[in-house]
């Protein structure tokens, strides 16, 4: 009888314990929930710390779900006027001092967007992460004197292009607080790092981020999202080439 | 007769006629050399691209295009199966192709990396170096030239972080260790290049069995290979390196025409005095019955015999000369290899063809019996008589 | 007695012209061969010296150790004040800036969307200089249009214009990325095309001028690479070692941006290449002279030995040997100085005129093209003319030295009797 005790005793408490880590599928869906939206309106600055200078660019920037979006460069002056197309897996700029609209496709989207850390790919890369990768709740930790949630995601198809994802999401606003972006190898690429937080609405979004290729030496790019709007009525023209003209 | 006549004659000369066949033999030498060591150069850069670069002939991907990166990604086809016993038996060897970003301490750097079986004795690369003999440490063995070395500051045992991106777009990276650092004398190997394993580069590209080229150790039965190859034979591939030796080659002919012209004017210088010098004999010879023409031949024949000796000297003395050159080569100094061209590491061995040692001959041959019959116009004006009195 | 000498020369033909001939004719081998020579290896080095090295280059440290991807990124901007400072520094250098880069050439269809993209290779140098067109013979290696003469036109390879389908004047617009990493874009008219020599380059590359560039990637002021010339237009590896040194210890501190400078002969192992290539012209020369001096020196022989009749009358007559060997001694003096000074005189104009003109070897091997140098140009250099008017002299002196022993050797009647032969 005594054993029999023991046995439901840490049975109990073994459930207790998984209870206790969310369903990873859950809190995926829930991230998604709270960072995308079906329009996004945002002014953002991007600073970009090369070798020589550190530069600033701010941007006005409005998407449509994952497929779609547009930016315009509002500073400095000689970004002033730059806009960008994104349509699904197409990207166009417009520069407004050679009046051109040019194409950026295949192996040019390789290449990193003024300079940052980042490629014109990872720009684009806008996907529900419930859709992309599977994920199990692996621990919990303190980040940034947030309680966080350790999930490990796993790419669900072959063509995601960073297989591996560790991630730090805040217990209670379900915000990723901290990523990591791993080859198929396990070899660390890229890190993610949200140094502040702002609330609008109901979501909680990173207001600064320090994006960082890893395998690269030097401090990487910063985004600020100075102001964001979420569902708010986009007309469907601004995703159209005809507004990187006018 | 007048070839016995002529014999006697140069031999009565003694050991001025030995000067001038000596002179002789030097200028055909210097010639046959010069050329020789061109020719060597050549035959060398062919024998070192094939020996590290595309064998006995290869094909290529129909979508590659050496000089376009982007292009490196998307050409890679499946080996045909026609080949795989070929393969197996070491007698071609599949590389893939792949560009890929190398961090060496910390800095991006674009690269070609080149998959290429372990095991292959095909190419003179050291894949064997390539076999993973430690699985535990998770470094993957790679081999880069001299050129790739230094630019990159990188040597034997560093560890250096490649990137790259799968069939899919997917992002991999690997640590790898270099296992070898090459001393090619083909730089189309070296520069920008990474070396590592053909079946780990297809299973990080999520390829199977995929490779860019198709080396041949032997010529291949058939430059048909189905429409996703293009055969490549050596003479296209070498197209290159061959107009430019031959650039170089261009500038010996200047030294050439000096050389022949020395040879002329020791030719021409003999047989002045000898006209003059021999002027009674030769009235003799027109008042026993000679021609002047006969006479002319005489001489022009002399000088042509010069040339005959001097070429025998040349291919008997000059043996040791040419056979050395031939088998120890002209040794080209280390720090010259740093060039952008094949054939500049290993000594060059010199290579005489019968077809480039006949036409100097011949040659050289055409330039002595015109310099000897230039003086011979004298003999044309002289009157028999005034010669034999010694009058002219 | 040099009188008397001249006299005799000029009276017998048989005495002097040919003789002097040979003279001449070896000597202008010799002198034309080391001004060949000499010009190869100039040649070789004035190649390197426009397209790559300079004699002396400028870069930043930082560029200078990855100089072989050429990053622009880590080049020179505002350098104005500082070219002050190295022109009064070192004057009579000739300084031309330059920038390599890369950029995406993006041309338009009708409605100024993307039509034809292709990667390209530029070069920007100051095309404002005539010696720099000069120095890329960019005049000789067009193909067709002009070189740029207004603001922001260019010239590409003739390969990469045919495969972009362009036409002359086309639009096309460069998309690159900034000296600070910004995009960069900027509209050009194409001029002109050349064609380059050299295969990767003729696939994607292009010309353009070094102010449009500099606007086109922020670089105010700015260059990768700094090319300066030593006054006379000819390498001197001595002068160029010492600027060097006063330079970089004035100048480079050791900041990453600092400007280090590099001689002609520091870049691309050349300073090896050139002493090699000295080895062997100096090798190649000294046997040309030794095959000279033999036939000069058989040459002086065989004139003293078919002299010996002469020699046994005038023995005869009275004339004491040494008296008469001393006088072919300085009869053979002045055949050889003669010889050599119309040898020399000829040869210096035979070298003169291929100085200009140069031996153009683009007739053989079928190509014009910018990189690839065909033509080699000979130079005056009073070094090799002593070269080949030594030997010249020498060697004829030494024949009739060698001849005039016959004299002492022989007895007075022997000597006579080769007189009726």
Not at chain 1, 119 to 132: A, L, N, R, V
């Amino acid at each position: 009888m005594k054993k029999l005790n023991i046995i439901m005793i840490l049975a109990f408490a073994l459930t207790q314990l998984c209870a206790a880590f969310p369903e990873g599928e859950e809190l995926l869906r829930k991230i998604d929930a709270n960072m995308l939206s079906n329009t996004m309106k945002a002014k953002t600055t991007m600073i970009v710390q090369t070798r020589r200078a550190s530069r600033t660019m701010v941007s006005n920037n409005w998407s449509q779900g994952t497929d779609k979006a547009f930016s315009e460069y509002t500073a400095p002056a000689r970004e002033k006027g730059t806009k960008m197309l994104k349509d699904g897996d197409n990207l166009w700029i417009y520069d407004p001092n050679t009046d051109r609209v040019i194409q950026i496709s295949g192996n040019m989207l390789k290449q990193s967007v003024m300079g940052s850390d980042l490629s014109y790919e990872d720009m684009m890369e806008e996907t529900k992460m419930q859709e992309s990768y599977a994920a199990v709740v692996t621990d919990e930790t303190v980040y940034e004197k947030r309680d966080c949630w350790i999930l490990d995601l796993t790419a669900k198809k072959a063509d995601v292009t960073y297989q591996n994802v560790k991630l730090y999401v805040d217990k209670e606003r379900f915000l990723p607080l901290y990523q990591e972006l791993y080859a198929k190898s396990g070899k660390l690429l890229k890190t993610y790092k949200v140094q502040e937080v702002m609330q609008s609405g109901q979501r909680w979004y990173p207001k600064k981020v320090l994006y960082k290729d890893e395998l690269k030496s030097g401090k990487g790019t910063i985004f600020i999202v100075d102001r964001v709007e979420f569902d708010v009525k986009i007309p469907a023209h601004i995703f159209t080439k005809a507004a990187l003209r006018k | 007769m007048i070839t016995g006549l002529a014999f006697k004659n140069i031999l009565g000369n003694g050991w001025r006629s030995l000067i001038n066949v000596v002179i002789l033999s030097i200028v055909l030498t210097g010639m046959i050399w010069m050329q020789g060591i061109y020719d060597g150069w050549g035959r060398l850069a062919r024998r070192q691209m094939q020996e590290w670069e595309f064998g006995s002939g290869h094909f290529v991907q129909k979508d590659y295009d050496k000089y376009d990166s982007f292009t490196w990604d998307d050409s890679q086809a499946e080996i045909p199966s026609s080949l795989q016993q070929l393969i197996k038996d070491d007698k071609a060897v599949p590389i893939l192709y792949s560009s890929g970003v190398l961090y060496p301490q910390g800095r991006m750097t674009p690269v070609l990396v080149k998959g290429i079986p372990a095991g292959q004795t095909v190419l003179s690369i050291p894949s064997a170096e390539l076999k993973e003999t430690d699985t535990t440490s998770g470094f993957v063995p790679a081999l880069i030239g001299s050129q790739m070395a230094k630019s990159s500051r990188l040597q034997e045992g560093d560890i250096v972080t490649l990137r790259w991106k799968d069939v899919n777009g997917v992002y991999n990276a690997a640590d790898l260790i270099i296992a070898r650092v090459i001393a090619t004398p083909v730089p189309t190997v070296d520069v920008s290049q990474v070396w590592i394993d053909f079946d780990r580069l297809n299973e990080a590209r999520a390829l199977e069995n995929n490779a860019t080229i198709l080396v041949f150790k032997n010529k291949p039965e058939s430059t048909d290979l189905g429409a996703d190859w293009r055969y490549v034979s050596t003479d296209e591939a070498m197209a290159g390196t061959d107009a430019m030796i031959n650039a170089k080659r261009a500038g010996g002919y200047v030294l050439f025409t000096l050389l022949l012209f020395l040879s002329m004017i020791a030719i021409f210088d003999t047989q002045i005095l000898a006209i003059f010098k021999r002027r009674k004999e030769i009235g003799t010879l027109i008042a026993l019955g000679l021609t002047k023409q006969q006479i002319i031949r005489l001489f022009t024949l002399e000088g042509i015999l010069y040339m005959i000796m001097g070429t025998i000297f040349t291919g008997t003395v000059g043996l040791p000369f040419f056979y050395y050159f031939a088998t120890k080569g002209y040794p080209i100094p280390q720090e010259m290899t740093g060039y952008n061209i094949a054939g500049m590491s290993e000594a060059i061995q010199c290579y005489y063809s019968p077809g480039m040692v006949t036409t100097t001959v011949l040659i050289v041959l055409a330039v002595t019996a015109f310099a000897s019959w230039l003086p011979t116009a004298r003999i044309a004006r002289m009157k028999a008589t005034d010669a034999l009195l010694g009058k002219v | 007695m040099l009188k008397f000498i001249l006299k005799g020369l000029l009276r017998d033909r048989s005495r002097s012209f040919f003789p002097i001939l040979i003279v001449t004719a070896g000597v202008m081998v010799i002198v034309f061969m080391a001004s060949y020579l000499d010009g190869f290896v100039r040649s070789m080095l004035n190649q390197n010296a426009r397209f790559e090295t300079g004699h002396l280059k400028i870069v930043t440290n930082a560029y200078a150790e990855n100089i072989s991807q050429k990053p622009y990124d880590l080049g020179f901007i505002d350098m104005g004040d500082e070219m002050d400072d190295w022109k009064k520094d070192f004057p009579g250098i000739r300084w031309t800036p330059r920038i390599y880069f890369g950029a995406l050439l993006d041309v338009p269809d009708s409605i100024g969307e993307t039509r034809e993209q292709g990667n390209v290779f530029g070069l920007a140098v100051d095309l404002k200089d005539e010696t720099v067109v000069d120095d890329f013979r960019l005049q000789e290696s067009l193909v067709r249009g002009r070189l740029p003469q207004k603001p922001n036109e260019i010239i590409l390879s003739e390969t990469l214009f045919d495969k972009l389908g362009l036409a002359l004047n086309s639009t096309v617009t460069l998309l690159g990325s900034s000296f600070f990493g910004a995009m960069s874009f900027a509209n050009f008219s194409v001029c002109g095309t050349v064609t380059f020599g050299v295969e990767a380059i003729d696939r994607s590359g292009l010309i353009a001028d070094i102010e449009d560039v500099r606007t086109f990637l922020d670089m105010q002021d700015g260059a990768s690479e700094y090319f300066g010339y030593l006054p006379g237009g000819e390498y001197d590896d001595e002068t160029v070692q010492n600027i060097k040194q006063q330079f970089n210890a004035k100048y480079n501190l050791g900041d990453e941006f600092d400007p280090v400078m590099l001689a002609l002969t520091d870049q691309n192992d050349l300073g090896f290449l050139l002493l090699y290539m000295k080895f062997a012209m100096a090798l190649i020369s000294f046997v040309f002279v030794i095959i000279i001096g033999i036939v000069l020196w058989n040459a002086g022989l065989m004139n003293g030995i078919r002299r010996y009749g002469e020699f046994g009358l005038r023995l005869a007559m009275g004339e004491s040997k040494g008296h008469l060997y001393g006088w072919l001694l300085i009869e053979s003096l002045v055949i050889g100085i003669i010889g050599s000074v119309i040898g020399a005189a000829l040869s210096i104009v035979a070298v003169l005129y291929f100085k200009d003109k140069g031996f153009n070897f683009s007739a053989i091997l079928k190509d014009t093209s910018m990189m690839v140098e065909n033509v080699i140009y000979t130079t005056l250099n009073w070094k090799n003319v002593l070269l080949g008017m030594l030997p010249g002299i020498m060697a004829t002196i030494l024949g009739a030295l060698l001849a005039g022993l016959g004299i002492f050797r022989r007895k007075t009647s022997q000597l006579f009797k080769e007189l009726e032969t």
